[in-house]
């Protein structure tokens, strides 16, 4: 009996054993898939209809509206007080404001999440200020969850900043050469989330964020011009919006 003859039932029996390894994998991996489709399934069972996304290539565009406090934490308003002698002071760098805020927003991918410009309005408010932000915004929304219309959006954006005094409050503390519009740069940077609801409206959160200003003083006394100022704040804002 020759060799090939020989080894030829051994060989039948190794070919048995890898087909039954081979389908017992498969029959493993095909539990393990259907588990995980079947749970998949069960989780946005879970999840009201009224939170679920809407079509991936819907919803691309947002306005959102809302307001918060805004926290002055530091800086220095300049201004002129003392003309005759021609010298320059400044104010203290500490102080709230109540903020408004609009929001225009569009996504590049032409989908409801992902990143995407927007373009900022807002108005801040207290006694014997008025201030106002205008700039465009880069944000990146992204889903947390994929049966849920949850999105975590930074964002970072520059653009134009105006803080406004009232002019008798500044006249009669400052001295009438005083100019009480001061015209700055804004940086803002920070996180929001927002939560789509019935696959059309939205709330949304944006946690502790900065806004920071800065900008020659524009404060003339005389010949003289007073030095560059700044202005850190930090927003918390929340409110609700549509999308479309």
């Known amino acids: 009996m020759s060799n090939t003859q020989e080894h030829a039932p051994s060989r039948r029996r190794r070919r048995r054993r890898l087909r039954g390894l081979v389908r017992n994998l498969a029959l493993g991996a095909a539990v393990v898939v259907g588990g995980g ?3 998949a399934q069960e989780a946005k069972a879970d999840i009201p209809q009224a939170l679920r996304p809407p079509p991936e290539n819907s919803q691309t565009m947002q306005f959102l509206f809302g307001f918060g406090p805004s926290s002055r934490v530091g800086g220095r308003y300049w201004y002129g007080y003392d003309c005759a002698r021609g010298y320059c002071g400044y104010s203290g760098g500490y102080g709230g ?3 408004l805020h609009q929001e225009f927003a569009f996504h590049f991918t032409g ?4 990143p995407g410009l927007s373009f900022v309005a807002q108005q801040g ?3 014997y200020y008025f201030g106002l932000n205008l700039l465009p915004r880069f944000f990146w929304d992204i889903q947390v969850y994929k ?10 954006g520059v653009g134009y900043h105006l803080s406004h005094w009232n002019y008798y409050f500044y006249n009669t503390y400052f001295g009438a050469y005083g100019r009480p519009n001061y015209h700055a740069a804004t940086l803002q940077f920070g996180v929001t989330a927002k939560l789509m609801i ?6 949304w959160l944006q946690f502790p964020s900065a806004d920071l200003h800065l900008g ?3 404060y003339y006394c005389g010949a003289v011009v007073c030095p560059t100022y700044y202005n850190a704040r930090f927003d918390v804002l929340a409110g609700g919006g549509v999308t479309f």
């Open 125 to 127: 408010f207290a006694p």
């Open 37 to 39: 489709l079947t749970g």
């Open 216 to 218: 020659p003083g524009q």
């Open 97 to 99: 404001s109540f903020k």
């Open 198 to 203: 019935a696959q059309r409206w939205m709330v």
């Open 111 to 114: 989908k409801w999440h992902g």
């Open 147 to 156: 049966p849920l219309a949850l999105l975590i959006s930074p964002f970072v």
